[in-house]
């Protein structure tokens, strides 16, 4: 038997768009054992969302490391254990695909390095932010080279940080939220998301917290995806009122996160009761960085 956690993740960060990813101490455990055909269980967050048959995206994962190779998969037994919010924004989707790559890999002795396995990620999930994330763990930053490839830098945040999270009981598609998003935007809005983006990752390489407060404003997807969160306005006045550093939205949505080294349960419940005033229910997690990225349970 192998056994392996992937870590969930938010992304974007605000300014980041499809370039940060941030790891969290939420995961799914994935645990493979022979068998004479493929099958999968599943438990936890989500588990009846969760598809066991070959459309699960734990299944897409190892089969297009097993297309790489050129080999074929051996019959196996999949238990999913989720504890990753299943409302949408933190990761789900990156992480079952980047654990069936790392498991294939294993399992076919492919000998494929990190980069070769967030490649593989990255054409499956479209983005590299949660795969990164999932895969090498901290703050990831991800760039594309002149011939497509995905190259990551992953950096350890090291100071505390809590990471809280309120997820509302209802989903958003990426899709969906990407149609929302403007073919083109202006010089000034692009300028200042580089200029955010830049200063944002310094802040958290450096520790210093404090200017989240201004480096996480963004310009080009959040004032459009807000619009599929009701009550979006009052659940950010409410957090940043009870002490957050900074607010936005964990992806496409509709998960939003606040960043805090203080009053994080407070937070949390602002986040809560802001939304239940929208006749929303939700769900909040405290969490912190997850600095190692996918590992093997031994």
Do not use: W
Not at 283 to 296: A, I, L, P, Q
């Amino acid at each position: 038997m192998l056994k392996i956690k992937i870590p969930c993740s938010t992304s974007n960060l605000g300014p980041g768009f499809d370039t940060l990813g941030l790891a969290l101490n939420r995961y799914l455990y994935i645990a493979v054992d022979a068998a004479e055909s493929v099958t999968i269980t599943v438990e936890g967050n989500g588990k009846e969302h969760i598809a066991t048959d070959e459309s699960n995206l734990v299944i897409c994962g190892m089969k297009a490391v097993a297309k790489k190779l050129g080999k074929e998969l051996p019959a196996f037994h999949l238990h999913l254990k989720n504890e990753i919010p299943a409302y949408g924004g933190l990761g789900g989707s990156g992480a079952a695909i980047a654990g069936g790559i790392f498991l294939a890999n294993e399992l076919l002795k492919g000998n494929l390095s990190c980069d070769e396995m967030l490649n593989i990620a990255v054409e499956i999930e479209g983005h590299p932010d949660n795969v990164s994330a999932a895969l090498f763990g901290g703050l990831t930053i991800n760039c594309y080279n002149s011939d497509g490839n995905v190259h990551c830098r992953s950096v350890k945040i090291t100071k505390p940080l809590f990471v809280v999270t309120c997820s509302p009981h209802f989903q958003v598609h990426t899709k969906q939220a990407r149609k929302l998003l403007p073919d083109h935007i202006l010089l000034k809005d692009a300028v200042t998301n580089i200029e955010n983006t830049a200063s944002l990752v310094a802040a958290l390489m450096s520790g210093d917290f404090d200017a989240l407060r201004y480096t996480t404003a963004d310009r080009l997807h959040e004032q459009y995806r807000s619009t599929l969160i009701p009550g979006y306005n009052d659940v950010k006045k409410a957090a940043l009122n009870a002490g957050a550093l900074s607010f936005n939205i964990s992806g496409a949505g509709p998960t939003v996160f606040a960043f805090a080294v203080k009053n994080e349960e407070e937070i949390g419940n602002a986040m809560k009761s802001a939304f239940l005033q929208h006749g929303q229910q939700s769900s909040v997690e405290v969490m912190s960085v997850d600095n190692d990225g996918m590992k093997v349970i031994v």
